[in-house]
C-alpha cells in the first residue's frame, strides 16, 4: 500500500511539491517571516555573480587545452609532456593558493577579495596572448593559479554560509554547473574565434581566445564589486534591511534537530586564532579534516578523464591519424562531457537534497562508473569491441565518465553540512584543505597517469581509476558511517541540554535551559 499524505495522494508527491514550491526550503518547518523573500535575493545575488566567476574560472583553464589544439602546439613548438608541465604548474600555484585566500576571507570583506582576484586573473590571460614559448605559459599559469585558487572553495564557504542543509546542495549544484557550462562553451567559443578570426590583425585564433577570455571577466568583477553581499554576519548590501540581515544570521543557526554546537568536540567555545598553531592542532586532529580531504583526494582523480580532457587527446591522438578529424571536431565534440556533467551534477545535487542530504550515494555511482567506464576503454585498446567500433566504444565512455562531476557539488555540500556546528573559519579551512590535497595530488597524478604522450588509450591511467574508484566506495562508506555517528552525538547533546542534563562527563549542571556549552560560539 503506498503511503498516503491525508488528502488521497501519495506521500511521496507531497514531498517532491514540498520540495520544490515551497517558498523556503528549511529542513525543520519553523518559518520565518519574509524569510522567502530573503533566499530569493541571495539567491539572485550570490549565485549570479559566483555563477559567472566560476563560469569564467573555468573557461579559462580549459581554453588552454582548447587553444592547444587548435594550433598553439604548432605554433610554440610544444614537445613531450610540456602541456602536463603547464598544468602542473596552474595546480602547483592553485595548490599553495587555497588555504590563505579562504583564510583571508576573515581579514578581508569577499565583496573586495573575490573581485581583485578575478582582476590579476584577467590581466595574466589577457598576456598569454603574447608568448612565444611554453616555458612563458607555464610561469603564467602558476600565478594565475593563485588567483584562481580563490573561486571554488571560496564560494562553497559562502554557500555553506547563507544556506540551510535542505538549501544547500540545489544551490552547490548550479554553481557547479556554471563551470562546466564554461568546460562546454569553451569548445564552442574556440572554434566560432578560429574561423572568424584566425589571422585578424596578425594575430592566430588561439591568441584572440586568451584576449577575449581576459576582458570578459574586467566586467563581472565589477559587478562583484557592486553587490556581493559577503557573509550574514558582515553584510551592508543595499538591497538587504536590517531585518532581513537579522534574518540571515539566525535562520542558519535555527536548525533544532541538529544541535546548537559550533566549536570542538567538547563543546569548547575559546576562540583560537586561526595563524595559531593551537588552532591547526584542533583542525589537523579532528576527524573532518582527515575525513573529507581524504575524500576528495580520491574523489578528484576519479574526474581525471574529463579535467585532464582526455577525450580530447583521443580525438587528437587518433588511431587512424593526427588529421583524423577536423579542428572544429577537434573543439566541438568534447563538449558533451561537461554537457553531461552539467545534467548529472544538478540532478544529484537536487536529489540528495530532497533526500535529506544523503550525499554520500553519490560516491557509490562514481564508483561504479570509474570501473565501468575504464573497462569499456580497455575494451576498445585490446580489441575486444566488434571491429570498427572502436572509437564509439572510447566516445561513449568518455561521455559517461562525465557523470562523475557530479562528485563537486555533493562532496562540498556533504562537508559543509558535517560542519555546519563548527565556527566559520574551521570550516572554511577544511574546505580549502580538501581543495588543496586533491591538486597536490593531482600535479604529480596527471604526468604519470594522463600525460599527453600516453595518447590515445592511456592504459595505465585506466588502470588507476579502476583501483580509485573501489577505493572511493570505501571511503565513502567508513566517512558516512562517522558523519552519522557524529551526528547522534549532537542530537543527544542538544536533547540533554534542552533536558537540564549535564554534558556526558560533567560532574555540574548546566545553566538555566542547558545552552552552557552548546551555543558557546554562536
Known amino acids: 500500500m503506498v503511503p498516503s499524505d491525508g488528502g488521497g495522494g501519495p506521500l511521496w508527491t507531497t514531498k517532491l511539491k514540498e520540495y520544490f514550491f515551497a517558498s523556503n526550503h528549511h529542513h525543520h518547518h519553523h518559518h520565518l517571516p519574509g524569510e522567502g523573500k530573503l533566499v530569493r535575493k541571495i539567491d539572485f545575488f550570490i549565485l549570479t555573480f559566483c555563477c559567472l566567476s566560476y563560469f569564467l574560472n573555468y573557461l579559462d583553464r580549459t581554453n588552454l587545452s582548447n587553444a592547444y589544439i587548435s594550433g598553439m602546439k604548432e605554433d610554440l613548438s610544444f614537445r613531450g609532456d610540456q602541456l602536463n608541465q603547464i598544468n602542473t604548474c596552474f595546480t602547483l600555484g592553485y595548490v599553495l593558493g587555497q588555504i590563505p585566500c579562504n583564510l583571508s576571507l576573515h581579514y578581508i570583506r569577499p565583496r573586495i577579495f573575490f573581485p581583485a582576484m578575478m582582476v590579476i586573473w584577467a590581466g595574466l590571460t589577457m598576456i598569454t596572448a603574447s608568448v612565444s614559448r611554453p616555458e612563458h605559459i607555464m610561469g603564467i599559469r602558476f600565478f594565475q593559479g593563485i588567483a584562481e585558487s580563490s573561486t571554488f572553495v571560496g564560494t562553497h564557504y559562502i554557500l555553506g554560509s547563507w544556506y540551510t ?62 553587490v556581493f553581499p559577503d557573509t550574514p554576519g558582515e553584510t551592508e548590501v543595499w538591497y538587504l534591511t536590517q531585518r532581513e540581515r537579522e534574518m540571515a544570521v539566525e535562520r542558519v543557526r535555527r536548525l ?100 535529506g542530504g544523503k550525499r554520500w550515494i553519490v560516491g557509490y555511482f562514481i564508483g561504479i562508473t570509474g570501473i565501468c567506464t575504464s573497462v569499456m576503454i580497455l575494451a576498445a585498446q585490446y580489441g575486444l569491441v566488434r571491429e570498427g567500433r572502436e572509437t564509439a566504444v572510447v566516445m561513449a565512455a568518455y561521455y559517461w565518465a562525465g557523470t562523475v562531476y557530479a562528485c563537486q557539488a555533493t562532496f562540498f555540500a556533504w562537508a559543509n553540512d558535517a560542519m555546519r556546528w563548527r565556527e566559520p573559519v574551521f570550516r572554511s579551512v577544511v ?51 562517522m558523519t552519522r555517528r557524529h551526528e547522534q552525538k549532537l542530537t543527544t547533546r542538544v536533547t540533554d541540554a534542552e533536558d537540564g542534563k549535564p554534558p556526558e562527563g560533567s560532574s555540574s549542571r548546566s545553566e538555566p535551559g542547558g545552552e552552557k556549552g552548546i551555543r558557546s560560539e554562536l
Request: net charge neutral; proline share 3%.
Open 431 to 481: 574546505l580549502a584543505g580538501m581543495n588543496l590535497g586533491s591538486n597536490a595530488v593531482n600535479a604529480w597524478w596527471s604526468i604519470v597517469f594522463y600525460g599527453a604522450s600516453m595518447a590515445p588509450f592511456f592504459t595505465r591511467g585506466m588502470y588507476a581509476m579502476i583501483a580509485t574508484s573501489v577505493a572511493l566506495a570505501v571511503w565513502t562508506a567508513g566517512l558516512s558511517y
Open 256 to 355: 533544532p534537530e541538529k544541535g546548537q554546537q559550533r566549536g570542538g568536540e567538547e563543546g569548547q567555545g575559546e576562540k583560537i586564532s586561526p595563524l595559531s598553531w593551537g588552532f591547526a592542532k584542533k583542525v589537523l586532529g579532528s576527524w573532518e579534516w582527515w575525513g573529507f580531504v581524504v575524500l576528495w583526494v580520491i574523489a578528484g582523480e576519479t574526474e581525471s578523464f574529463s579535467t585532464n580532457a582526455l577525450l580530447a587527446l583521443f580525438l587528437k591522438s587518433h588511431p587512424a591519424g593526427e588529421e583524423y578529424y577536423t579542428v572544429q571536431q577537434l573543439n566541438d565534440y568534447p563538449t558533451g562531457v561537461p554537457a553531461v556533467g552539467i545534467v548529472s551534477t544538478l540532478f544529484f545535487a537536487t536529489l540528495t537534497d530532497f533526500l
Open 165 to 226: 542543509e535542505r538549501e544547500l546542495g540545489k544551490r552547490s549544484g548550479i554553481f557547479t554547473a556554471s563551470g562546466l557550462a564554461g568546460t562546454m562553451i569553451g569548445g564552442f567559443i574556440q572554434s566560432g574565434i578560429y574561423t572568424s578570426m584566425d589571422g585578424r590583425h596578425g594575430l592566430r585564433g588561439w591568441r584572440w581566445l586568451f584576449v577575449i577570455d581576459g576582458i570578459i571577466t574586467l566586467p563581472v568583477a565589477g559587478y562583484g564589486w557592486l
